[in-house]
């Protein structure tokens, strides 16, 4: 399994991060707002009300920095001295709570503000530390009850707390990872278009006007080639175990470096997903066997690979040729043992529609969570 994207340098945060900053600084403000309020309703209660208040004040100062860097960009507000500052006086917040109030009360010290502190420790550095942080807001809490005068919060209500601020946290930090995961997706995704539209008109025609025109047949191999790195390159094609587009186009360019067959290979919407190893191994060795049977004995000259799933994984190898009558025509070993027994092994099924004159399409299915 791949590991999620890792958080970049802090002079390399992108918009999206800067944007979560701001939204983070939103929050602080809000939760800070809603502390100084509750501060003023129970303030009767407070036992050491200098000490509260100054406390307070220290997060709406924070809150107020944290501010003006997310919208200046300063990189210092991912670094871990912020975070561990923020973190700092969160816990002290909370572990205040019961030596600044004299009797119970129905809110702690700075509220929901402390939260902001798990999320910011899960946007900068990820779910673990987030976690952490978390679990670090939840150890003050308790602490603070334990010096409290009076006895409030129950262990549920203290084990809640730290469950909320660790989930808090880990659940930012998961987020966050996914969200740069998607965002440099995009980016690669945006970078291969302005590539394939720069070179479109230019190298890859040039690279096929070679093909047509060159009587050498070592520079026609070569201009193919390079033709199908480069259009594997520019489909994002990066073979791992498990990736069923990549793996046919890899046979389809095979077929095409062997037998000359121009081969498209369509997918229908979003790939699929991740198939089993199993499954993708024996949908690419019966294209590679649909094709090299379409260019051999069909005399194709182009064929289509169609790609979908929508329930089961449904691929169709269509291509030009003389075509055949499958009713008149025993099968031979090509089809029996390396489209049908590959995708019978694997719980698949295969169709074959030929008709004289009007090409072959040989449909492949497999259920998308196959048998083991």
């Not at 100084?36 to 208040?53: E, G, H, I, K, Q």
């Not at 308790?142 to 084990?159: K, M, Y």
């Amino acid at each position: 399994m791949a590991s999620p994207p890792q958080p970049p340098a802090a002079a390399a945060r992108t918009d999206l991060e800067w944007g979560m900053a701001r939204g983070l600084a939103g929050f602080r403000w809000l939760s800070w707002s809603w502390a100084v309020a509750v501060l003023v309703v129970t303030r009767a209660d407070l036992s050491r009300p200098m000490a509260a208040w100054g406390l307070l004040g220290v997060a709406g100062a924070l809150t107020a920095v944290t501010t003006w860097a997310s919208i200046r960009r300063w990189p210092s507000l991912f670094s871990i001295p912020a975070v561990l500052v923020e973190i700092t006086v969160a816990a002290s917040l909370l572990f205040a709570d019961g030596w600044v109030y004299g009797e119970a009360h129905g809110q702690t010290l700075g509220s929901a503000w402390p939260v902001a502190a798990a999320l910011a420790a899960g946007i900068a550095f990820g779910p673990w530390p987030g976690c952490a942080a978390g679990i670090t807001l939840g150890l003050a809490r308790a602490l603070g009850q334990w010096v409290a005068p009076f006895d409030e919060a129950s262990t549920l209500a203290l084990v809640s707390s730290t469950v909320l601020f660790t989930l808090a946290g880990g659940a930012a930090g998961a987020a966050m990872a996914r969200l740069r995961q998607a965002e440099m997706a995009m980016a690669e995704a945006r970078a291969r278009e302005e590539v394939a539209r720069t070179l479109h008109d230019g190298v890859l025609q040039t690279l096929a006007v070679v093909q047509r025109r060159s009587g050498d047949p070592e520079l026609v191999g070569l201009a193919r080639d390079q033709e199908l790195d480069l259009r594997a390159f520019l489909a994002g094609d990066r073979r791992r175990s498990g990736d069923l587009v990549p793996a046919l186009r890899e046979a389809a360019a095979d077929v095409e470096r062997r037998d000359g067959l121009r081969v498209s290979v369509i997918v229908v919407d979003d790939p699929p997903p991740t198939a089993q190893p199993n499954v993708v191994e024996a949908l690419q060795g019966a294209v590679r066997e649909a094709l090299t049977n379409a260019a051999k004995h069909g005399r194709a000259t182009q064929a289509t690979v169609f790609v979908e799933c929508d329930g089961e994984i449904f691929c169709s190898v269509k291509d030009d040729g003389v075509g055949f009558d499958p009713s008149a025509t025993d099968e031979g070993m090509g089809i029996t043992a390396s489209i049908r027994g590959r995708l019978v092994e694997v719980g698949g099924s295969v169709e074959i529609d030929g008709r004289p004159g009007a090409g072959t399409e040989v449909r492949l299915r497999v259920p998308a969570r196959p048998r083991p």
